[in-house]
């Protein structure tokens, strides 16, 4: 790329301390192509020449997760949203964009957490993409509050500097594994910061996070798979002491607002007690306020759905007539009437509970109605 590369930060004043969003890994070893494929990164190229960079990931085929600060309009110094949109540009299969910039996808829509008020908390964004990336697997984002503790081990991605100062060269994808996970509390460089919001981690050993990273993954093996527990916010000046990264689960209801698919892919990424269906986490069926079990309200369901049929009345979910994957095993979607379904315990073979004479498929169902479920801009220092 012939012109100057800046990088998008932003100055931060916490505790009378400057701050810096993090650039490229500092102390990591370069990535190879495949090694991180769902990690992409953000290009910023200005009317007046200058250019910005941020790291991003696929979370879903449409869907690219980042900082906010990569995506707020006030931080990169632009008009409005539409032009945040109209400007960004996402690389997927390169890990040096100097040399080689990859497929560019472009945005259809870009978004931060409207509880984003600069600093680190709130600290997430998405990327909605023109088309889907069908050559590339997303990676599963960690939505539970137990699973990440103080003392976790995790793997840092990013395409940022990689000098602390924020110095040296940067556009090339590098990676920095076992890093521990500190009590952000003991973080007074660039404090206060909240344990629930955050994952700290000490850079006072010259490896982290800096300016380009921003955006960026920490990646843990849970349940066999690489998933995203943190993305990159905010660090120190020189990237020297402290990096800051956000927790997909303190920011869970504004990410599924948009990606709701991006809950779960299997059972080991819920809660206990409850199982993945269609990316979504739900109380296993047939436990208490699960599908399958007695009601007599919305309230008492963990789908917010209580349905009558004949006799019985029932925790339910809506679901697509004559498409048996829009329920869960063990259950028919039946016909509701107007088009809509419902799911429904499968009988028994020769009867069973809920059969109407029909295998299950009743004339119509009745009761309160189906609800379809809800399962910086260039020399802006402090942000990386």
């Not at 870009?110 to 908390?121: E, L």
């Not at 990689?162 to 890093?179: M, S």
């Not at 955006?215 to 798979?225: I, N, T, V, Y």
Request: hydrophobic share 40%.
């Amino acid at each position: 790329m012939s012109r100057s590369r800046t990088l998008l930060v932003l100055t931060l004043l916490a505790a009378s301390a400057s701050v810096a969003t993090a650039a490229p890994i500092i102390g990591g070893t370069a990535a190879a192509k495949g090694d991180f494929p769902s990690v992409a990164v953000l290009l910023y190229f200005f009317p007046d020449g200058s250019e910005a960079e941020c790291t991003g990931e696929l979370i879903d085929p449409e869907w690219v997760m980042t900082a906010a600060h990569c995506v707020d309009p006030a931080i990169i110094g632009l008009a409005n949203q539409a032009a945040v949109t109209a400007l960004v540009e996402v690389h997927f299969n390169t890990v040096d964009v100097t040399t080689d910039l990859g497929e560019k996808v472009l945005a259809k829509e870009t978004f931060f957490d409207p509880a984003y008020q600069g600093g680190a908390s709130h600290d997430l964004g998405l990327i909605h993409l023109v088309k889907k990336v069908t050559d590339v697997t997303p990676s599963p984002v960690n939505l539970l509050t137990t699973t990440t503790p103080v003392g976790s081990v995790v793997t840092q991605v990013g395409f940022g500097t990689r000098q602390t100062g924020a110095q040296g060269p940067f556009g090339a994808e590098f990676v920095l594994k076992n890093r521990t996970a500190v009590a952000c509390s003991s973080q007074s460089a660039i404090g206060p910061l909240d344990d629930a919001a955050l994952m700290c981690f000490s850079q006072t050993d010259g490896k982290g996070e800096c300016e380009g990273d921003s955006g960026g993954p920490s990646f843990m093996m849970l349940d066999g798979k690489l998933t995203i527990v943190a993305v990159t916010s905010i660090g120190d000046q020189n990237c020297a002491v402290v990096g800051a990264d956000t927790r997909p689960e303190f920011v869970k209801s504004f990410l599924l607002s948009h990606v709701p698919q991006a809950e779960c892919s299997d059972d080991g990424q819920c809660a206990t007690a409850k199982t993945c269906f269609a990316h979504g986490c739900m109380v296993a069926p047939f436990s208490p306020t699960g599908l399958g079990t007695t009601c007599t309200g919305n309230a008492e369901c963990d789908s917010s759905n209580c349905e009558a049929l004949g006799s019985d009345q029932l925790c339910t979910r809506s679901c697509t007539v004559g498409d048996a994957t829009t329920c869960p095993d063990g259950f028919d979607c039946l016909d509701a009437g107007g088009g809509a379904g419902a799911c429904w315990p499968t009988p028994a073979a020769g009867g069973g509970c809920c059969d109407a004479g029909t295998h299950g498929v009743p004339t119509m169902l009745f009761g309160i109605g189906l609800v379809a479920i809800v399962l910086g801009r260039r020399s802006r220092r402090g942000r990386r």
